[in-house]
């Protein structure tokens, strides 16, 4: 079967801005998503996740490429400045890209 | 010492010492909804033996005070601790605000002393959790458009200790003290060993506070060492100017002398994000929580027996 | 109101403002591990009382009435709301199987009411639970060879609930009511609290469940309505014909009148995955457990003292 | 040290499949597996994991490429219609080829 | 039988025929939480009431027979079962410490008997579940100074079951009978609902390790069948030299016959990596756990009856 | 925006070491980690999560390549003999890259 490309973003941001950014997915156009939970390091320190607020999580998006990059625009103008927030792209390659 | 406040040495000891001991969040999560549900529970049943028109103008009194808390906090934090607008804004809200957890301990200080309090002091501890936080934001931003009311109000009215604390207290009332009989096993005589349990959790979170606290400096520490006292002299005043009994005073004063570690962190993320969150966090779960119940509520409580018997 | 109800309305409530409010599942996990423990070990421990024989006939018409249920559902799903028969035949298993959370709140009723009921009850739950899903998948697929009979067997007999209800029965049944006096604290003294909880948050699954609601039209509303009263009058029937007390009527009535969604959901997904899954919990959770338990178990208690009146 | 290319072959599916799938994995080889749980939105709705079996399930599977696309293959055939999952694939490095 | 057997065979029966019946982590946590802490608190109450400076004697006998036991069983595993040095070292760590969950069902057991036993009997457990974790060590290393011994005790005296323990038998001891009143509803009434939930679980997790055991071939079987018997006899005969009540003998046989699964593996994890912790925790909690509940402890209450009918 | 190369390097292994490997890539350099909870199958068998010690844990790390490498052999000298481990290298793109 064939396997079309596509891009998989991954963001990881502190928990309080779950409804935030599945917001702003759903607006962007984000066909789904995938969350799971997480606690981890990075520049703002350690969120080690002792209680709900004070972890991170983990969302993926698997879309195009215009999609990834305005998603990650808008994180970069409205977010990476005051919040625990990183995001990385990643090539994946999928068998059903009317999905995606 | 009460065995709660034990449970918290046991907590902070083992955080200290790095102990891998651990509740699991939702674990945490259930200790702090029965607690909640309890307190209002409790709240609600006492309410509903009392006529409730009384108490209106006592509201507006503590709504006052929830307001000029931060107002007093925030030029000290502006001006002596040099904090930015948006850090001064958000600690002053974090110490307007009130901490559950603190006042639960009060509740059971009082009770195994068998001192009596007003039953709508519960109402207080709603009504005084929003105030401050509104100023917070108001102070970090002034009235700017760019403030998403709509957000910031949902955050505030519908997160989940107004929800189950003003759920508890509707619930209680409803159904009075017979309808509240089977409950009781697991709200009422429960209490305390969940507070317990919830002050073991709470003594962990405050040892990895204590971590970040270097970082702050000497200013913070200072602040979150002194500013309870006055602000619970201040709530221990109002409340002989409302006339309440003694433990009621010592109840005010301790909302009026405690800093909120759950709602006003989350709002104030969303309202002000500029602000270092952890910063107040530090204070407010790392000093002021264990000043208040190693010494603060002793002192207040020391309070309000000198400030009832000058005007009695 | 019993104050459960009003709990699981604070859910409701909270769910519907979106508040954030939520229980870990890990909580919710907890709490339907205790509910099922407590129903099987109360029914367990008033069994060894009683010769066991006479009820062997008694369970074979509930059975039959398990399996007829959805067959009457049945054609009223293909026929009037035109569902596909995957479709149709999943919502038929979910309401001849039976809600444990609804028998739940109606035991808390009977019991405010000192209202007893026959020993056997928690049987006749754990009995109703299968035979209606297996009705609903012969249905969907007839006796076809796809099925993994082995798969499902496994699914509907060592699924939580029916392990948790049976192991809670025969320990209760082997220990007797000395046995249990030192398990009563956790399992019997609490259970309304743990009750409350747990339907608080049924509340604010049902809640979201509702969001889910327009989609589906008004058929699968009013199908979700209408439908659990003809069946409760069903099982007030059958329950009236085995001689039961008016506490055994009314709860074989909610058995009949309530729909499963938990074992139901589960078979469901694995040997009829082409039925919609989120059609049929959404009558169930959203529409039908919140008219239970605020009007059906009332009318169905009215239907048992109607019908026990005019029999005896 | 040397690194090996394989596929990494991530699976996002309803809770409910987790036995299923992975006696799958088993039975096609695979030289094992990692399973986290996860929530989401996809064309079949909000999967919220309010209680256990409304979360999904994120399987991840370090394979050669045959397997990855044989396992892709059983789920096209097996589950795509009818349940809530959606699979990718990324390259990735290895240092024990011998192990995946 | 005890009813909180029962709940362990449950459990087992369940996990044997592959139930899709789990407790969730978070509640495993939870539960074991709270019988660490009633075992130290109940504890501590108890040695309240007593003169502290007569069983530092026994301690120390108690800590000889700690080092002892794993002497006893690694010439045994590295010869007869030709197992590694350091799957040997590590095996005869685990039976050389101690069993929480083995403890707190003989306690059950003494209660339900009302057969009374010595105050500082948890003191023993907490002293017993170290040294021959430490033995087992240097057996299966040497004094190296590749053993890390900063993280190794960190482990060791700062993990969960230790503080949970020596926590509670503090609070216990500092608060006295009329302080601990109001944690009782939590702690000590619920004790037995609680172990009966623990071994629930319990049950799942031994059924989930004897999956495990054919691989690893009848020595490890018998070893897990037959070492605790001697092993409890050792702690029977010490505990009569002690001249301890018969339920302090039995306590004290019941500790010397139980393998540890919580602090053994953990440290061992750390310190031997090499040795293979399936094989000792398949072992401990698929095969001699079960052995204890079940024949175990009512073998060593006989022991105990015997020996101190025989000294007394 | 411009995006930059990095290496996202995930290590799969036995709870119990969340702490030595923390420690280890705070001293080896990383500017984060990103930690999950995880259960699975391998070489070693199945781990079941069924409480805390016999789960997995899954850490992501956002580094350059030499940091990954170095990583990668710190892994195979310490921990791939005795452990139940296993890490893989994915090539990211990422939007800040002073930050990893
Ligand atoms: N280099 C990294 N690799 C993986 N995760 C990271 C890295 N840096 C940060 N993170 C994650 O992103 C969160 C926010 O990062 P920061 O904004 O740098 O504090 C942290 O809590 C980590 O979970
Ligand atoms: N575009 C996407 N990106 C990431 N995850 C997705 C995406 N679409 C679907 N998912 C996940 O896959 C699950 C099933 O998808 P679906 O079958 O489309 O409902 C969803 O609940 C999401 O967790
Ligand atoms: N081929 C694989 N694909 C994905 N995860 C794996 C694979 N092999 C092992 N794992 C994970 O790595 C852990 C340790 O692997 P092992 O050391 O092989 O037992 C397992 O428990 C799995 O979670
Ligand atoms: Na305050
Ligand atoms: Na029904
Ligand atoms: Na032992």
Redesign the interface.
């Known amino acids: 079967m064939d396997s079309h490309q596509r891009k998989l973003l991954t963001i990881i941001a502190e928990a309080v801005l779950e409804h935030q950014l599945t917001q702003m997915l759903d607006k962007l156009g984000a066909s789904g998503y995938t969350i799971s939970d997480a606690r981890g390091r990075g520049s703002r320190g350690v969120r080690n996740a002792d209680w709900a607020s004070s972890g991170n999580i983990r969302i993926e998006v698997v879309c195009g490429e215009a999609l990834a990059i305005s998603i990650e625009d808008y994180l970069f103008k409205n977010y990476y400045n005051n919040y625990a927030i990183i995001a990385f792209l990643t090539d994946v390659a999928v068998m059903r890209p009317e999905k995606f | 010492?009460?065995?709660v406040i034990?449970?918290f040495l046991?907590g902070l000891i083992?955080g200290l010492?790095?102990?891998?001991?651990?509740?699991?969040?939702?674990?945490?999560?259930?200790l702090s909804?029965l607690l909640l549900l309890t307190i209002g529970l409790k709240g609600g049943v006492e309410l509903a033996h009392q006529p409730l028109l009384g108490i209106f103008p006592k509201l507006l009194a503590v709504i006052v005070m929830g307001c000029v808390l931060p107002l007093l906090a925030f030029p000290v934090l502006r001006f002596f601790g040099r904090l930015s607008r948006a850090d001064s804004a958000s600690i002053a809200a974090h110490y307007g605000s009130v901490s559950v957890a603190t006042y639960a301990v009060a509740v059971?200080f009082l009770?195994?002393r068998s001192i009596d309090f007003e039953a709508y002091m519960p109402v207080f501890l709603v009504i005084l959790e929003i105030p401050a936080i509104l100023v917070g934001i108001l102070l970090a931003r002034g009235i700017s458009r760019d403030t998403k009311w709509g957000e910031l109000s949902?955050?505030l009215f519908?997160?989940?200790s107004i929800?189950?604390l003003i759920?508890g207290l509707?619930?209680g009332w409803?159904?009075g003290p017979e309808?509240?009989e089977?409950?009781k096993?697991?709200?009422f005589?429960?209490?305390?060993?969940?507070l317990?349990?919830f002050l073991l959790?709470m003594g962990?979170?405050a040892a990895?506070q204590t971590r970040?606290l270097k970082r702050h400096g000497a200013f913070i520490i200072a602040f979150a060492l002194l500013i309870p006292v006055p602000f619970a002299l201040i709530g221990s005043l109002l409340g002989c100017a409302l006339g309440l009994s003694v433990g009621g005073i010592t109840l005010l004063a301790v909302l009026a002398g405690s800093a909120s570690y759950i709602a006003a962190?989350?709002a104030l993320?969303?309202s002000v994000?500029?602000a270092n969150p952890?910063l107040s966090l530090t204070a407010s779960l790392g000093i002021t929580f264990p000043f208040n119940i190693f010494f603060g509520i002793p002192l207040y409580y020391w309070f309000a027996l000198t400030l009832h018997g000058q005007w009695s």
Chains 1, 4, 6 share one sequence.
């Open positions: 010492m009460d065995p034990l449970f046991l083992a010492s790095r102990s891998e001991l651990r509740l699991p969040p939702a674990i945490y999560e259930l909804i059971a009770n195994s949902h955050e519908l997160g989940k929800v189950l759920g509707l619930i409803m159904v309808g509240i089977p409950l096993p697991l709200f005589d429960l209490f305390k060993g969940v317990a349990l959790e962990l979170i990895s970040t962190p989350a993320r969303v994000p500029e952890t």
